[in-house]
């Protein structure tokens, strides 16, 4: 049983954090920026560890009542199976109350909201008739269709894995996003550097070595896959360039745009969106906007 609620809130989470992705919330933008990050990575290792623990021992225990039918009315095992039947049957119940609590609000029913409210309600409801029918005995007296559903809820928890990929990405492909993520605010970090030097001295810097200060202690980000130095120019008395080399496409800030308007660094100087590949930034200096100190 122990197996069992973890396996179900693993994978009850999992499906919202797939849901939350495909109908991103402005207010969560992070987990929408690196799933992997948050809750998806553990709900899946749950899932691998707990579902087929969960299905072996549910096969053991099955074939030990088939040997022995005494088995199936130890208090423990009816004890059991009675909260497991009264934890669906609430969490069906609040699943509804909240549904109809939040229509009579006249709240928004978000596309996410009810899948949310179908998921629970589905899981819910699938695992209240199952153990019902355990209880009454009909899985012993039909062990074949008990079989059938063991590689049914198996292939359900491959396929809720694997869909992931799908949707949300590889891991591979999310450590690559956190890493064009770095990029970018390493280049808003040279760029404000770059700016409070043209404040203090009244010119650009020649090279980005020349931004680099013991005093201050600043020293210059490198990339985080190559451990170069990013690209620096200074194209006339006021403009600049900053260069770096991408592996996928992203937007301002945390790689997606629309969800991440306005950034402590991202929010003076233009967007930061890019594509895979190499791309640079033209920044020019307003004087009048940061006018240099020595004036």
Known sequence: MVALYGAVVAFIGLLFDYINYAFPNALNYYSYYDPYQGGVAYEMASLIVLAPLCLILMRLIRRDIARDHSRQDIWVRRWALFLTLFVAGATIVIDLIVL???????????????????????????????????????????????????????????????????????????????????????????????????????????????????????????????????????????????????????????????????????SVGGSWAHAAGEACFARTIDPERYPPLNK
Not at 195 to 209: A, D, E, F
């Open 100 to 266: 109809i609590t939040t229509f009579l609000n006249g709240e928004a029913l978000t596309a996410a909201f009810l899948l949310k409210v179908l998921v629970v309600l589905l899981v819910a409801g699938a695992g209240f008739l199952h153990f019902m029918a355990d209880l009454r005995g009909y899985w012993a007296k039909n062990p074949e269709y008990a079989r059938y559903i063991n590689w049914a809820v198996g292939l359900l928890v491959v396929v809720s894995i694997v869909s992931g990929f799908f949707i949300i990405g590889t891991p591979m492909q999310a450590r690559q996003e956190r890493m064009d993520t770095q990029r970018v605010q390493d280049l808003q970090n040279i760029q404000w550097q770059v700016v409070n030097y043209w404040q203090q001295k009244g010119r650009l810097p020649t090279s980005i070595t020349e931004l680099e200060d013991p005093i201050s202690g600043y020293t210059n980000p490198r990339d985080p896959q190559t451990h170069e130095l990013y690209v620096y120019r200074a194209t006339a008395a006021q403009s600049f360039e900053l260069c770096s080399s991408f592996t996928s496409e992203g937007g301002a800030g945390f790689g997606k745009e629309e969800f991440m308007p306005s950034m402590v660094y991202g």
